[in-house]
């Protein structure tokens, strides 16, 4: 038996919803450990639809341990008003079925806005990273310069006073640089006070809850958000999140050991698309990126922007399955290019006349890239609904085979449809 963790290879959106939530109901714990609520994915169980953005899959389906870890920036606001929804559609969220790690910093309203004064100044000098202005970057901040509010301080009304005074002492700097007015002391005091008592249940020594499971031989399900070319190391910097999105956080994300993770399991689609700014080398803005995005339905979860389109780039993907150690990957979305009469891979790059078979470090270099294209033929026969390898069109079996063998990873898991059955299994990650 393994534990299992789920990673994307691309810039997120690769479909990590419907894989988790077919992963999470074979594991007994599933642990959100990197992030905040920038990134969505949708569940459907039983014909109903579930869009979650900071609360881990595994709160969907009863009889799962839930758990937020201390690699989370966790907004107190955003979360409360996920337990609504969820509640709402008769999903009862409990301290027993959920727990938060003590450790885990906060994003607050000052958060929220700095990532708002900075994009609109970014903006008008055409810097802007993209971000979706709900406070992960200044939050991440406010961690590692050590005067993060945490889970745990609002257990403490003694020294919460003084932690609010260090991140205003800052922050007020920054606003009145900007040309916005100071927060007043009180008025930080009354928004973390305000929901403490609904935050502080789910509270938990979260190492300790897992060392305990890990011990007692239970199924734990290590869930990522965003995708490896995010990571605010190994991604497309600087326009990336601001976590480490790769398989290794998972234990540092979390309180537990690296020998801990067994499997490493890379959502990859089919083609490719990313949010927001930053280098695409494979981008189609054309007739074949409107397809895509059309019949892929290229919208984001929680944003609702659309995302660029294009052609599977190979050599990211490649990267991707090194940085992570992944040891198999499950390829979503082949439906999506049924109909194409050729369908084109990137298998390396040209740059400055050069080639190349890895994507540089350098934001210059990474905007000067040339992709070089592989063309296969495409298939006529649909591919949606297949559950099996025999149900597949020859070509598209024959683009499975070579998007693994370009890669240097196999495919774990094929999926063929936004629903969770339409799915080929060739290896269970927890049985590896």
């Not at 938990?204 to 990571?231: H, M, N, P, Y």
């Amino acid at each position: 038996m393994a534990n299992v963790v789920v990673v994307g290879s691309q810039w997120g959106d690769e479909g990590k919803g419907k894989i988790v939530d077919w992963l999470s109901e074979r594991a007994d714990v599933v642990v959100r450990f990197q992030g905040g609520h920038n990134a969505g994915h949708t569940l459907v169980i039983d014909g109903v639809s579930y869009k979650l953005s900071l609360l881990p899959s595994g709160v969907v389906r009863r009889g799962k341990l839930s758990i937020i870890g201390n690699g989370v920036v966790f907004d107190p606001h955003a979360f409360v008003a996920e337990l609504k929804r969820l509640a709402d559609q008769g999903i009862e969220v409990t301290p027993e079925c959920l727990k938060i790690a003590e450790n885990t910093a906060l994003i607050l309203s000052i958060h929220r806005e700095l990532d708002g004064f900075r994009e609109d100044a970014a903006s008008n000098s055409g810097t802007k990273i993209g971000t979706t202005r709900r406070g992960i970057g200044p939050a991440y901040e406010d961690k590692v310069g050590r005067r993060a509010i945490r889970v745990m301080d609002l257990a403490d009304l003694e020294t919460l006073p003084l932690k609010v005074d260090r991140i205003l002492t800052h922050h007020n700097a920054l606003r009145v640089g900007l040309g916005q007015p100071e927060v007043a002391h009180q008025a930080l005091m009354d928004e973390l006070t305000s929901v403490a008592d609904q935050i502080l249940p789910y509270m938990d020594r979260v190492w300790k809850v897992l060392d305990d499971a890990r011990r007692s031989g239970q199924r734990i399900l290590f869930e990522g958000a965003q995708g490896t070319l995010l990571d605010i190391d190994h991604g497309t910097y600087p326009f990336v999140t601001s976590s480490n999105t790769v398989a290794g956080q998972a234990a540092t994300g979390s309180g537990v050991g690296p020998g801990t993770i067994g499997y490493v399991l890379g959502i990859t689609k089919a083609y490719t698309t990313r949010v927001g700014e930053g280098p695409f080398p494979t981008e189609q803005d054309n007739e074949i990126g409107d397809f895509l995005g059309t019949q892929g339905h290229e919208f984001g979860t929680v944003t609702g922007r659309k995302r660029r389109c294009g052609w599977f780039d190979a050599v990211l993907v490649r990267q991707a399955v090194a940085a992570n150690g992944i040891d198999g990957i499950a390829l979503t979305k082949l439906d999506v290019l049924d109909g194409l009469d050729e369908i084109k891979i990137c298998t390396g790059y040209r740059l400055d006349g050069e080639e190349i078979d890895y994507l540089p470090a350098s934001q210059g270099a990474q905007a000067r890239v040339e992709p070089i294209y592989e063309t296969l033929e495409g298939w006529k026969d649909t591919t949606r609904g297949a559950r099996s390898w025999n149900d597949l069109p020859a070509q598209a079996v024959k683009y499975v085979r070579h998007v693994e063998e370009l890669i240097g990873a196999p495919v774990a898991l094929l999926s063929t449809s936004p629903e969770r059955e339409d799915t080929i299994l060739v290896t269970d990650p927890f049985q590896d």
